[in-house]
């Protein structure tokens, strides 16, 4: 697999976006994500996408982070957002969402961020999963969704680690 560091408006990314969104409206019923995202926000040294491309170069899996710090919607000094993590259904149970989790992590640490946060929902049990098995815990609601009984908050602090 090789991952790339892609735009958040390049038509893979594009592409891929746009069947998150339709998974996301097949689980909840609401048209999808309607948290606003800007290309502006995924690039370095505020953020980062990803786009994992397969053996045939296939874009695959998806992630990103953009930077937020205090806001009114409940993020904190330091904190970078995990968005868009997604790996096409074919493609699950393969382990790519733990790589692209985990090279998100890292690029954010290398950025000076100092947490890890995301939002997902009751409806996304693998996500939660993948979450609560690689040190992530609940946290206070932040974001766009923060006022929703199905929305879901975790975090994960980024220090340094042991190299």
Sequence with gaps: M???????????????????????????????????LEPADF??????????????GRP??????????????????GDAELKRMFVIREMRGLGLARRVLSAL???????GRRRMVLETGTQQPEAIGLYTSSGYEPCAKFG????????????????????
């Design 144 to 163: 766009y969704y923060r006022f929703h009984e199905a929305s879901r908050c975790y975090a994960k602090p980024l220090g340094r680690e042991a190299s």
């Design 43 to 56: 690039e370095p040294p505020r953020g980062v996408y990803l786009i994992v491309y397969d053996a045939l």
């Design 2 to 36: 090789d991952i790339r560091r892609v735009p958040f408006d390049h038509p893979d990314a594009v592409k891929l976006n746009d069947e998150v969104q339709a998974e996301y409206h097949e689980r909840y019923g609401d048209g999808g994500d309607a948290t606003s």
């Design 105 to 111: 992590e890292d690029d954010a640490r290398a950025a």
């Design 60 to 77: 695959v899996a998806t992630g990103g982070w953009r930077s937020q710090d205090h806001n009114g919607e409940g993020n904190e000094d």
